[in-house]
């Protein structure tokens, strides 16, 4: 189902006697990575919580991402079996903290739906989280896991070799 942030808090009480997992990513040109990250994700608990970055997110890839729009890689990503609960991450709220300049994306776009879902698990992005994360994620007492990705499968692979590259 895909959802809105209204509906964050509901779903927080509704399963609140079950294991919330919560995976973010970009799922342009959707592969069996993608696949396999989902289905590790599903297994690590009850109810499937997956973030899909906005169009102006990916934007900073390069200038011809992302190469679906938020739509349809939501709708794509939410006709999983696996997933319970889909939503695109495109608000920029600003709850007032005082966050580096560095760490003002990820807050203004993350903080405040953690805040909200308050996930027992993360699936853990490919880079460090941000230290305003960070500290929300322990506050909540979120599990914060990594799960391995299929190797040789990424969409900058399938990019390159559409490309002959």
């Known amino acids: 189902m895909i959802i809105t942030y209204e509906d ?3 779903i927080r009480e509704k399963h ?28 690590l ?21 992302p190469f679906e729009c938020q739509q349809d890689r939501a709708e794509i990503i939410d006709s999983l079996r696996y997933v319970d609960y889909t939503l695109i991450a495109d608000r920029l709220i600003d709850t007032g903290l005082d966050v580096p300049e ?15 879902l308050r996930p027992d698990v993360l699936i853990k992005p490919d880079k460090k989280l941000p230290d305003i994360l960070l500290s929300l994620y322990n506050e ?3 599990e914060i896991c990594e799960v391995e990705e299929t190797p ?6 399938l990019v390159n070799k559409i490309r002959g590259k």
């Open 8 to 10: 964050l808090a509901s």
């Open 16 to 43: 609140r006697n079950q294991r919330i997992v919560m995976l973010k990513g970009t799922f342009d040109l959707f592969h069996v990575g993608h696949v396999n990250m989902v289905r590790r994700a599903k297994a």
């Open 45 to 65: 608990g009850d109810i499937l919580v997956v973030l899909v970055k906005c169009d102006d997110a990916i934007k900073l890839k390069g200038p011809d991402r």
């Open 102 to 116: 560095a760490d003002r994306n990820q807050y203004l776009r993350y903080y405040h739906l953690i805040s909200e």
């Open 140 to 142: 909540i007492g979120t």
């Open 152 to 157: 040789g499968i990424s969409t900058t692979f």
